[in-house]
């Protein structure tokens, strides 16, 4: 397998396999100066204010304040005809549009999250994350050879930029200066976790909790612990995020499972009945059909019926030289037409980090305001 994502070659069987009842569910997922000076600045002048997701050959009325998917601006029409907008672009007509600020309205729960993958080439130091990342997957922990079963190990990002160095201090300034929450993910492609009995569930929570006074703590759990060839052992994992949640108050439980998969289906909405999850985000890549947008949308309708659109996050991987894969356009449009029919949904993640910064960070940058 490509070591491009979490998702193994079971995952990609089970979808082909989707007619026969196969269960499965994958798991996960240099800034510029300017990007980050130009948010501090719409941080301190935006006011709250509402929205539209500027869309082609729409026409708008006098003082609608849209948001331009294609560069994450904001623009205000100041002035109008009989026609109102006369359906123009407001990047090109300038006598009707303005470049304007908007802060848009937050629920303070939304979520957008980026998988930090650390055996990326290159991985920057935590607290260089594009700001407008809310969350951070740390991913992954995983089981620890010649340990007993739960037992994890976290292998160290690459240490080009210092992230190793200062994962500790960094970690802690994102989450008590920055604001942002961090995940441990755990799991991953190949690294499927199976929690056969209660001693195996009570050395994993041990163990997470080793790494969390090792770090000096963090937000929450992220369960990658399932596949194609490990169904989720639902009254175990019930138990680990309850007990977290109990020895950590706050702490967030959340998952990313197949689309498809009833079986993932029914965990989500056990797990949250039980008060031991927050949110799930399915995976919408790396598999046939997963980055079309029509199959998004209907498929997210059986996510926010059976969870509510606050416990639901979509999934996104951007990465146009890869087959079932979204560009960042098809994702910007396709994200703003489910925000428009599910208001209330939680936010989106982005399969992988070290992806977005090689293309010049466009997901942080036009999911942003999508998200606020």
């Known amino acids: 397998m490509m070591e491009i994502k979490m998702r193994s ?27 980050a000076l130009q948010r501090a600045a719409l941080s301190a002048q935006a006011a709250a204010c509402t929205f539209q997701t500027w869309q082609a050959n729409t026409t708008y009325t006098l003082g ?34 303005q470049p ?17 993958a650390t055996f990326a ?9 594009h700001p407008n990342y809310t969350l951070i997957y740390l991913f992954a922990a995983t089981n620890a ?20 160095t200062n994962w500790t201090a960094d970690l802690q300034y ?28 009570t050395t994993f929570v041990n163990s997470v909790d080793k790494l969390y006074q090792a770090w000096g703590g963090f937000d929450g759990l992220d369960f990658n612990t399932f596949e194609g060839d490990a169904a989720p052992n639902t009254s175990e994992m019930i138990w680990i995020g309850q007990e977290l949640k109990r020895r950590h108050p706050g702490f967030l439980i959340t998952a990313p499972p197949a689309p498809w998969n009833t079986a993932d289906q029914q965990f989500c909405k056990a797990m949250l009945t039980a008060g031991a999850l927050d949110y799930c985000a ?19 309708q ?28 098809s994702a910007v449009n396709t994200f703003s037409q489910a925000n428009s029919r599910f208001p209330g949904l939680r936010g989106a993640f982005d399969w992988r980090l070290d992806w977005d910064v090689q293309q010049g960070s466009p997901f942080a940058q036009q999911f942003g305001p999508l998200t606020r």
Not at 10 to 35: D, I, N
Not at 102 to 113: A, Q, Y
Request: charged letters at 10%; aromatic letters at 10%.
């Open 174 to 201: 994102v989450r008590s200066t920055q604001k942002r929450k961090v995940l441990l993910s755990v799991g991953g492609a190949g690294n499927a976790i199976r929690f056969t009995t209660r001693a195996v569930s």
């Open 9 to 35: 070659l079971p995952h990609l069987v089970s979808a082909l396999l989707l007619s026969a009842g196969v269960a499965a569910c994958s798991s996960q997922p240099p800034l510029a100066s300017g990007v």
């Open 100 to 116: 304007t600020t908007c802060s848009g309205p937050s629920s303070g729960n939304k979520v957008l999250g980026t998988y930090y």
């Open 282 to 300: 399915p995976q919408y890549y790396d598999g046939p059909q997963l980055n079309d947008p029509a199959y998004l949308q209907s498929n997210l």
């Open 302 to 329: 059986t996510w926010v019926n059976l969870l509510g659109a606050d416990h639901v996050v979509v999934g996104f991987g951007v990465n146009p030289g890869l087959a079932n894969y979204w560009t960042i356009g």
């Open 121 to 129: 080439p290159s991985a920057p130091r935590l607290r260089e994350i």
């Open 145 to 164: 050879p010649g340990q007993p079963a739960g037992t994890l190990k976290f292998d160290p990002p690459p240490n080009g930029s210092g992230a190793w």
């Open 64 to 97: 609608t304040t849209v948001l331009y998917p294609a560069n994450g601006r904001y623009y205000k029409l100041v002035n109008a005809t009989a026609g109102g907008s006369d359906k123009t672009d407001p990047t090109i007509s300038t006598w009707y549009w």
